[in-house]
Nanobody, 121 residues
Framework: QVQLVESGGGLVQPGGSLRLSCAASESIFSIGVAAWYRQVPGKQRELVATRAPGGGANYADSVKGRFTISRDNANNVVYLQMNNLEPEDTAAYYC???????????????WGQGTQVTVSS
């Protein structure tokens, strides 16, 4: 069973940077629309950024100008570069993407298990 695996989370001081990565656990054919979400305990999961293959990116107002979602379509990896991090960015970050596991398979949506980002001095 293919899974999405996030990495790159951790503890960082305010104003610092982190880069999250999201990749499939095994070789796949293609990643379609990809997104990053985040969730704080007791709150709803929040959409942070989305990017379609070859398309533009969309961001939540709270992260515009600080976060950048990018893709390596050749290697089927999605990134979230987070700069000038604030304590309010502390959350579990989840990757969400449409995957085509084989050239003739249907698109299916997958979620990763999440990676914790903590912004604190």
């Amino acid at each position: 069973q293919v899974q999405l695996v996030e990495s790159g989370g951790g503890l960082v001081q305010p104003g610092g940077s982190l880069r999250l990565s999201c990749a499939a656990s095994e070789s796949i054919f293609s990643i379609g629309v990809a997104a990053w979400y985040r969730q704080v305990p007791g709150k709803q999961r929040e959409l942070v950024a989305t990017r379609a293959p070859g398309g533009g990116a969309n961001y939540a107002d709270s992260v515009k100008g600080r976060f950048t979602i990018s893709r390596d379509n050749a290697n089927n990896v999605v990134y979230l570069q987070m700069n000038n991090l604030e304590p309010e960015d502390t959350a579990a970050y989840y990757c969400n993407a449409d995957l085509k596991t084989r050239w003739n398979s249907a698109w299916e949506r997958y979620w990763g298990q999440g990676t914790q980002v903590t912004v604190s001095s």
